[in-house]
């Protein structure tokens, strides 16, 4: 019996990975639960699944959900504390961080200093900090099991394989709703236009950063941390159909994918039962015939410069991923809410980008300072 904390469980991920939970309820046990305000989807789901410890980030909600579970043993906790309560309590052997934003960085910090395992979806932590995450990984020996599809797909294409043979890695894109496009006309588009995601049903913010493709660069940053690899060894390929996760290419040629249908509960089912492959029941299998036919193009990096933006962040490293994911954070917010258009938001980031100086290897007070740093230069600019 594996006991579970997922972080983020009212959301895309953390609701699928319950499913999962529910399905496979001999082998998991949903210990802990946390979510930012939703109470009502979330008094569902501890009457549901029974925690332990719960956290509700917001004060207020928090307080009301407890009169609402009161007939229940359960601790209900708030806010940074109560997160971080919920990463590292004694019961959990393995945390689900599905939160979304760098909100994520320090309870996935203190989850893997009290040696829990990690199932990673939150992407933001691991491009922000990836420097300090990645050597305490090492240091407490646990296992940071990737959630996001083409990271999965990869950790498995490099499943018995020697390393130091890899070559580079092709990290496939759907390319949004809005392939093909070019700036003219992604200029007025709506949050409702890029929330119609052609193959995948995520959250909003994801959603809209598959629009942007900065989602894709976000994830070469993830790619580099999680495989230990350099910026240029990851190729991105726009790959429409997304049938192929993502594939690693060796030196000597060959090319090893893992294919299936686009369904996120494939990837974090494979991180809950790593290395075990438990019998699919819940989705489809993939019938090749049905699927047809796979392409696969160049992205557009100078319509979608968002994609562009993120790798020279990359490359540059230190606190400048941290800009990157900040004022994509602080625009997409604003986009969502119909304050800003489609494509302020890597108008933004350039922007933000070009301000900053970096600051080398920046501890996780810096990365948190130059989060806020973000912020309060973009508003400045706005005048918002
Ligand atoms: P959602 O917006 O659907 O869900 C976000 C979850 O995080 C919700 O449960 C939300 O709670 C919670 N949350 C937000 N802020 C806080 C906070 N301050 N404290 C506690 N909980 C908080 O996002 P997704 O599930 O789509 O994405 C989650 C992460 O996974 C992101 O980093 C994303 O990039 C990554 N990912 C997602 C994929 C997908 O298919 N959805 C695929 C690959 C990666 P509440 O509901 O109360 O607001
Ligand atoms: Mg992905």
């Not at 003219?184 to 588009?189: G, H, I, Q, Y």
Request: glycine share 8%; hydrophobic share 45%.
């Amino acid at each position: 019996m594996k006991n579970i904390a997922v972080l983020g469980s009212t959301g895309s991920i953390g609701m699928q990975t319950l499913e999962i939970a529910r399905e496979y309820a001999d082998d998991i046990r949903v210990a802990v639960l946390a979510a930012h305000s939703n109470i009502e989807l979330l008094e569902q789901q501890v009457r549901e699944f029974k925690p332990g410890l719960v956290c509700v980030y917001d004060e207020d909600k928090a307080r009301l959900l407890k009169d609402r579970v009161n007939d229940l043993d359960v601790r209900v906790t708030a806010g940074m504390d109560g997160l971080i309560a919920c990463a590292t309590d004694a019961d959990v052997d393995m945390v689900v961080a599905a939160m979304v934003g760098m909100i994520g960085i320090l309870p996935t910090v203190e989850a893997i200093k009290a040696g829990k395992d990690i199932a990673l979806a939150n992407k933001e932590t691991l491009v922000t900090a990836g420097h300090i995450i990645m050597p305490l990984v090492k240091e407490k020996n646990i296992r940071l099991l990737p959630v996001d599809s083409e990271h999965s797909a990869i950790f498995q294409a490099l499943n018995g394989e020697d390393r130091k043979n890899v070559y580079r890695i092709l990290l496939t894109a759907s390319g949004g709703p809005f392939h093909g496009m070019k700036k003219a006309d992604l200029e007025t588009m709506t949050a409702k236009d890029a929330l119609k995601h052609p193959n995948w049903r995520m959250g909003p913010k994801i959603t809209i950063d598959s629009a942007t493709l900065v989602n894709k660069a976000l994830e070469v940053m993830e790619a580099v941390w999680l495989f230990n690899l350099s910026i240029d060894q990851v190729k991105v390929i726009i790959h429409r159909q997304s049938i192929i996760h993502s594939m690693v290419e060796y030196a000597d040629g060959s090319v090893i994918a893992q294919l299936g249908l686009p369904d996120m509960r494939l990837p974090i089912q494979y991180a809950l039962f790593y290395p075990e492959r438990k019998r699919m029941k819940l989705g489809e299998r993939a019938d090749f015939a049905k699927i047809g036919t796979l392409t696969f193009e160049e992205p557009d990096m100078e319509t979608f410069y968002g994609l562009r933006l993120g790798i020279e962040a990359g490359r540059l490293g230190g606190s400048m991923p941290t800009v990157f994911n900040a004022a994509n954070e602080w625009a997409v917010a604003r986009f969502l809410k119909g304050e800003i258009g489609f494509m302020d938001i890597p108008r933004i980031i350039g922007k933000a980008m070009d301000n900053h100086e970096i600051i080398g290897n920046p501890s996780l007070d810096e990365i948190l300072y130059t989060e806020k740093q973000t912020y309060d230069f973009i508003k400045g600019i706005m005048k918002i």
